[in-house]
């Protein structure tokens, strides 16, 4: 680990390469998976769109350690999402479903994509989530694990610095917009209630666009109204993992 990620919270996995430190994380995502299975009947991993989807697609391909009756089990939501139609190439759930569900042989039905051009779409995937979890104890009522990415803004999920949805409390999905919200805008995105929640929180950078924004959450100096990223942390019995390659590290 380096000294220079010491101020994030949880742990910490850096390697040379992009595709290695999404190896790494496929790794760690498929036996917690795997782990979950064993006490629940399905799983629910939230992922985000953009670079670390495609990455993470890629890694996943190469894993092998469970069965496809295992991914059956598996349901994909989004962590995010752009308010574009079905075919527009800019949307994060085109490239969630070709680039991860179908080489898996994740069911179509296990695709839960975000309603982003209807007027309450918003409250209608918060519903679907929580009628999906219902079924579940009260404290296991949240994500198995979630999938983030960082912008060189400091932006995770569709949290962009100075947007509203910084201050959502209690739902887990907004329409989030704002100046600094990159467009097409509004976006549709998870919450930092829901995102805090999960069993797993795992983070992917990569690249040298990301090293201020890493130095800036590292040093603890960073403010989440400026630093989205900043107010993403675990719960007291859940996990937290950065996956970080060379170029985005920090200098010393």
Same mark, same amino acid.
């Given at each position: 680990m380096s000294d220079t990620? /010491?101020?994030?919270?949880?742990?910490?996995?850096?390697?040379?390469?992009?595709?290695?430190?999404? #190896?790494?994380?496929?790794? =760690?995502?498929v036996e917690h998976l795997q782990t979950r299975l064993v006490v629940a009947r399905t799983v629910h991993l939230a992922l985000s769109g953009g670079s670390s989807a495609k990455l993470l697609g890629l890694a996943l391909n190469e894993q092998r350690r469970l069965s496809s009756d295992e991914? /059956?089990?598996?349901?994909?939501?989004m962590v995010?999402?752009?308010?574009?139609?079905?075919?527009?190439?800019?949307?994060?759930?085109?490239? =969630?479903?070709?680039?991860?569900?179908?080489?898996? %042989?994740i069911p179509t039905a296990n695709l839960?994509?975000?309603?982003?051009?209807?007027?309450?779409? #918003?409250?209608?995937?918060?519903?679907?989530?929580?009628?999906?979890? /219902?079924?579940?104890?009260?404290?296991?009522?949240?994500?198995?694990?979630v999938v983030l990415g960082m912008g060189p803004d400091g932006h995770t999920? %569709?949290?962009?610095?100075? %947007?509203?949805?910084?201050?959502e409390a209690e739902r887990w999905v907004v329409f989030n917009d704002g100046e600094q919200v990159v467009a097409p805008r509004p976006r549709m995105t998870l919450t930092y209630p829901a995102l805090r929640s999960a069993h797993l929180i795992v983070l992917l950078v990569t690249g040298?666009?990301?090293r201020e924004a890493l130095a800036k959450t590292a040093a603890r100096t960073s403010e989440f109204h400026l630093w989205p990223v900043a107010g993403i942390f675990p719960q007291s019995d859940a996990r937290m993992l950065w996956f970080v390659d060379h170029a985005a590290l920090p200098a010393p």
């Open positions: 990620l /010491s101020g994030l919270p949880g742990a910490h996995v850096v390697r040379p390469t992009a595709e290695e430190a999404a #190896d790494a994380l496929a790794e =760690i995502l991914w /059956s089990r598996v349901h994909l939501w995010d999402e752009r308010c574009v139609p079905d075919d527009d190439p800019q949307l994060n759930f085109a490239l =969630i479903r070709d680039g991860v569900a179908t080489p898996l %042989s839960h994509a975000m309603p982003v051009l209807r007027k309450n779409g #918003d409250r209608e995937y918060e519903h679907a989530l929580t009628q999906a979890l /219902s079924a579940r104890p009260p404290a296991d009522r949240r994500f198995d694990a999920a %569709s949290l962009f610095p100075q %947007s509203p949805a910084l201050d040298a666009g990301k």
